[in-house]
């Protein structure tokens, strides 16, 4: 079974650009989240879908950070502009409703120029 | 508010010593914890979880970990460290009381290397 997909897997774009990043669950996980992973720290929850609604953005920054996962399955992060204090990695994971487990994807590195 | 602390940034063991990488928790209800796994350019991978059942549970790779709530810890543990250890472990605890894991919240980290 494929694991969560991620792409790209690196980027680099000068600040001011948009930038978006895909993410594509595992089979049959209703549940997605968007983490953001700063350069020596821990991930930090963005975005929780439940099949195609946000449930909990409360962490997303909504001036220049968007999300959607319009069918319920793959999802997008977008940013624009960038800033240079976006440079992280951006970790996407899903969960199977009955399952307590998270299963992470390789992450998308930003690097804001 | 659920929160943990990594006591320890770097942690360098010897191949074929024992690992100890500690862990405080702090919650206002009955904790799920976890421990996540971290090489390099890979995406986390769970290596154990705590739910309410076993104080001292078992994962992947021969790692273990003892729920101890008196001291609110969940060390992590392994008896001989091998050299594919190497990477940055976190713990882990979640936010929604029952285990589901709608929010991981996640320690700072622990790089540990294994010298040869």
């Known amino acids: 079974e494929a694991g969560v997909v991620q792409s790209p897997r690196y980027k680099i774009i000068e600040k001011k650009q948009p930038v978006a990043f895909w993410c594509n669950p595992i089979?049959?996980?209703?549940?997605l989240y968007w983490y953001r992973q700063n350069l020596g720290q821990g991930p930090e929850l963005l975005i929780r879908?439940?099949?195609?609604?946000?449930?909990?953005d409360s962490q997303l920054p909504k001036d220049r950070f968007s999300a959607e996962r319009l069918k319920g399955v793959d999802s997008t992060l977008k940013i624009q502009p960038a800033e240079l204090g976006d440079s992280a990695v951006y970790l996407c994971?899903?969960?199977?409703?009955?399952?307590?487990?998270?299963?992470f994807g390789p992450g998308t590195r930003l690097t804001v120029l | 508010a659920q929160s943990v602390t990594q006591l320890d940034s770097h942690v360098s063991v010897s191949e074929g010593t024992p690992v100890l990488l500690r862990c405080n928790y702090s919650?206002?209800?009955?904790?799920?914890l976890f421990w996540y796994v971290q090489h390099p350019n890979k995406g986390l991978q769970l290596l154990l979880k705590?739910?309410?059942?076993?104080?001292l549970v078992k994962g992947i790779n021969g790692f273990e970990a003892e729920f101890k709530k008196s001291e609110t810890s969940f060390h992590l543990t392994k008896p001989s460290a091998h050299m594919s250890d190497a990477a940055e472990y976190f713990c882990?605890?979640?936010?929604?009381?029952?285990?589901?894991?709608?929010?991981?919240?996640f320690g700072t980290g622990t790089l540990l290397a294994v010298q040869p």
């Open positions: 919650s206002s209800y009955s904790p799920s």
């Open positions: 089979s049959g996980h209703n549940t």
């Open positions: 705590y739910t309410s059942a076993a104080t």
């Open positions: 882990v605890v979640s936010d929604e009381y029952g285990g589901a894991t709608n929010k991981l919240i």
């Open positions: 879908y439940e099949n195609e609604e946000a449930v909990d």
């Open positions: 994971a899903s969960r199977e409703f009955s399952y307590n487990e998270q299963f």
